[in-house]
């Protein structure tokens, strides 16, 4: 995906070619995007406080009983590790547009854990009233443990790709699918189920918590500043050639320099010195005010204000120290 490639710096496979005259292998701006979403993840995990309450609180065994409640369903989030999950989540919500909180059986413990999806290809549907359907996330994992996990299936799996090295490191695709009838996990090429577990509660186990939105499209909070984020590795990168070329200018010598010594103290000897001296090239007056611009307008884009990252100047007096 896009947003991932952005965020890891990978900018040539979201604009191929465009970069290629780079003598950069990394683009020489900060990653404003990355920056932006864990800064906003960070502010949106941790966890409010869970209490219970009762309508009649007039007795000691009412306090009791609400006092027992509260510290049950902290002990869900507690044994869920949930607030380790919840940084993840948070970046999910903003990068992606939502998160889904997923409800599984703990088998050792014996009790309910929730778990936070960080898989980048989910998909689900949702009925009228908004509540979740069927979810699935697709992932990969190494046809050896694939093999190992589910010895049931590897005679069709060998069968498939055949005999096969193991420095090769073929990868599988499997979705893990949740609907109202049961959990699945699927191996895709082939097609083989390989769990299939009963869902008892009678409805999907999955919570989608949605961004806002008027159009129904789901879309991530970093999704139109993609191309902005792009448009300033590509302005610093002719401004640094600029740069370049201005320094290392052609010497432009009169006609009677013979001989012209390079280096540092160098003495060329000549009828007009004031002749001699580096080809002037200007830079473009545009691009240090434009680099400016794009990185406002990508601020904007992303709703991360400049007083987030302490760069504000300004006076508490000021009324732009005050917004800061």
């Given at each position: 995906?896009?947003?991932?490639?952005?965020?890891?710096?990978?900018?040539?496979?979201?604009?191929?070619?465009?970069?290629?005259?780079?003598?950069?292998?990394?683009?020489l701006v900060a990653n404003l995007i990355d920056t932006t979403a864990r800064d906003i993840s960070e502010v949106m995990a941790p966890l409010p406080s869970v209490n219970c309450t009762a309508q009649n609180m007039s007795n000691e065994s009412d306090v009791k009983r609400t006092a027992l409640r509260g510290q049950i369903a902290n002990g869900y989030i507690?044994?869920?590790?949930?607030?380790?999950?919840?940084?993840?989540?948070?970046?999910?919500?903003?990068?992606?547009?939502?998160?889904?909180?997923?409800?599984?059986?703990?088998?050792?413990?014996?009790?309910?854990?929730?778990?936070?999806?960080?898989?980048?290809?989910?998909?689900?549907?949702?009925?009228?009233?908004?509540?979740?359907?069927?979810?699935?996330?697709?992932?990969?994992c190494p046809l050896e443990q694939v093999c190992a996990d589910y010895p049931e299936a590897e005679p069709a799996i060998r069968a498939r790709y055949g005999e096969y090295r193991y420095e090769q490191q073929l990868e599988l695709k499997i979705a893990r699918y949740y609907d109202a009838d049961g959990t699945y996990m699927v191996l895709l090429d082939p097609n083989i189920t390989l769990i299939s577990v009963e869902n008892k509660i009678g409805r999907c186990p999955v919570r989608i918590v949605e961004r806002p939105t008027v159009t129904g499209?789901?879309?991530?909070?970093?999704?139109?500043?993609?191309?902005?984020?792009?448009?300033?590795?590509?302005?610093?990168?002719?401004?640094?050639n600029a740069l370049e070329q201005s320094v290392n200018a052609p010497i432009a010598v009169p006609d009677d320099v013979q001989e012209m010594e390079i280096g540092p103290f160098s003495v060329i000897q000549s009828k007009t010195p004031q002749g001699i001296?580096?080809?002037?090239?200007?830079?473009?007056?545009?691009?240090?005010?434009?680099?400016?611009?794009?990185?406002?307008?990508?601020?904007?884009?992303?709703?991360?204000?400049e007083?987030?990252?302490?760069?504000?100047?300004?006076s508490i007096i000021t009324g732009q120290g005050v917004q800061a």
């Amino acid at each position: 995906m896009k947003l991932i490639a952005i965020r890891k710096g990978d900018y040539e496979s979201v604009a191929p070619g465009l970069f290629n005259t780079s003598e950069f292998d990394r683009p020489l701006v900060a990653n404003l995007i990355d920056t932006t979403a864990r800064d906003i993840s960070e502010v949106m995990a941790p966890l409010p406080s869970v209490n219970c309450t009762a309508q009649n609180m007039s007795n000691e065994s009412d306090v009791k009983r609400t006092a027992l409640r509260g510290q049950i369903a902290n002990g869900y989030i507690q044994h869920s590790r949930l607030q380790d999950q919840a940084f993840q989540g948070a970046d999910r919500y903003g990068s992606f547009g939502f998160q889904a909180y997923i409800v599984e059986p703990d088998f050792v413990e014996e009790s309910p854990v929730i778990r936070i999806g960080d898989v980048v290809t989910a998909h689900y549907t949702k009925d009228y009233r908004g509540r979740t359907v069927e979810y699935f996330e697709v992932f990969v994992c190494p046809l050896e443990q694939v093999c190992a996990d589910y010895p049931e299936a590897e005679p069709a799996i060998r069968a498939r790709y055949g005999e096969y090295r193991y420095e090769q490191q073929l990868e599988l695709k499997i979705a893990r699918y949740y609907d109202a009838d049961g959990t699945y996990m699927v191996l895709l090429d082939p097609n083989i189920t390989l769990i299939s577990v009963e869902n008892k509660i009678g409805r999907c186990p999955v919570r989608i918590v949605e961004r806002p939105t008027v159009t129904g499209e789901v879309r991530g909070q970093y999704d139109d500043v993609i191309w902005v984020q792009i448009a300033r590795a590509l302005v610093q990168m002719y401004t640094m050639n600029a740069l370049e070329q201005s320094v290392n200018a052609p010497i432009a010598v009169p006609d009677d320099v013979q001989e012209m010594e390079i280096g540092p103290f160098s003495v060329i000897q000549s009828k007009t010195p004031q002749g001699i001296g580096r080809v002037n090239l200007q830079l473009s007056p545009g691009l240090f005010p434009e680099q400016q611009i794009l990185a406002q307008e990508q601020r904007t884009g992303s709703r991360y204000p400049e007083g987030r990252s302490g760069s504000i100047d300004a006076s508490i007096i000021t009324g732009q120290g005050v917004q800061a």
